[in-house]
């Protein structure tokens, strides 16, 4: 059974996931509808970076950016 924090990154994790699969990249920053996925992603790239975040996470995040546009890759993952 998933933790309430668990449930919450997976929604969030699932949220992103849809809004690239519907544009092939990252919500723009300029746009205040979308700005908490994309503050999530980075704050997520951030964890990756500090080897915060478990393997599991790490292969979900690498999923995403594989679903971006090639020019904007995902960057500081081990």
């Given at each position: 059974m998933?933790?309430?924090?668990?449930e919450?990154?997976?929604e969030k994790y699932?949220?992103?996931?849809l809004?690239?699969?519907a544009h092939g990249h990252l919500p723009d920053k300029k746009k205040v509808e979308n700005r908490g996925l994309l503050n999530w992603w980075k704050y997520n790239?951030?964890?990756?970076?500090?080897?915060?975040?478990?393997?599991d996470k790490v292969a979900l995040l690498r999923t995403l950016?594989?679903?971006?546009?090639?020019?904007?890759?995902?960057?500081?993952c081990p």
């Open positions: 998933m933790s309430v924090r668990e919450k990154w997976m699932q949220e992103l996931k809004y690239i699969l790239k951030k964890c990756v970076k500090q080897g915060k975040l478990d393997a950016s594989d679903m971006r546009d090639e020019s904007l890759p995902f960057t500081n």
